[in-house]
């Protein structure tokens, strides 16, 4: 038993077994943000053996209230390359890639094609109905999160492959979204750190293949009251 990974391995939903189901897959999480913060560092905190991180963003000072893979130190730098170096700080064992870049039309598909999974942690509709449709062409699993002010939501989409809800499903018209105000700025820093740990938990489960899956389903929650729901979709 490997003692980096000792506690989860006593674990029967995941043993020796799912860590090296661990350390075979691949994750690529879209945007280093907030959400993407905790995602990342608790997939490579857990062994996941290849992580992709796209983000064509640079650290701002106004980002450290939420996003912790930064420091003030790194203010004005790369996000997917400073990432990148925090990760492989936590644990080196596993492989980082880094893709300071935005992911569009042109890349996506290339992009998504790498890896085993896609994981959300992007803040604008255009970048979701695009991950989401290359997924699905692709026969990827998409991990979804989003957050506004002190809420937040969580669902796996496209699993299984071909037959399982898409982003679509949850929000049909592409253009009724993007027609939409921009969304509050305002967030309190624990609403993507709690949101994006649901996420890592649901790519652990889709790896590990243990538990129930947001499949089809979509769990919201209010940090004002810690109401929480699961919706069926589809």
């Not at 930064?70 to 080196?92: C, D, F, I, P, W």
């Not at 299984?160 to 009724?176: Q, V």
């Not at 089809?216 to 004002?224: A, F, G, H, V």
Request: aromatic share 6%; proline share 5%; glycine share 12%.
């Amino acid at each position: 038993m490997n003692g980096r990974y000792q506690r989860q391995q006593l674990l029967p939903e995941i043993g020796e077994a799912g860590q090296q189901k661990l350390r075979e897959a691949s994750v690529l999480i879209v945007g280093a943000g907030g959400l993407g913060s905790p995602l990342a560092l608790y997939l490579a905190g857990a062994g996941v053996g290849r992580i992709g991180i796209v983000d064509d963003d640079t650290v701002s000072v106004t980002n450290l209230q939420r996003q912790v893979l930064y420091t003030e130190s790194q203010v004005g730098g790369s996000k997917a390359l400073h990432a990148r170096e925090r990760l492989l700080g936590l644990n080196s064992d596993i492989c980082v890639e880094a893709y300071p870049l935005r992911l569009t039309e042109t890349n996506a598909a290339e992009l998504i094609a790498r890896y085993d999974i896609v994981a959300d942690g992007c803040d604008n509709f255009a970048t979701r109905y695009l991950v989401n449709d290359v997924c699905m062409q692709l026969g990827k699993p998409y991990v979804y999160g989003a957050i506004t002010e002190l809420d937040g939501q969580v669902s796996v989409f496209n699993y299984p492959p071909g037959a399982g809800a898409t982003y679509r499903d949850l929000y049909p018209s592409e253009e009724a979204m993007r027609q939409l105000p921009p969304p509050p700025k305002g967030v309190v820093g624990v609403t993507p750190g709690i949101v994006g740990c649901v996420e890592a938990n649901e790519v652990l489960k889709l790896i590990c293949g243990y538990g129930e899956l947001l499949a089809r389903r979509l769990w919201t929650i209010d940090l004002r009251t810690l109401e929480s729901h699961i919706f069926s979709i589809g």
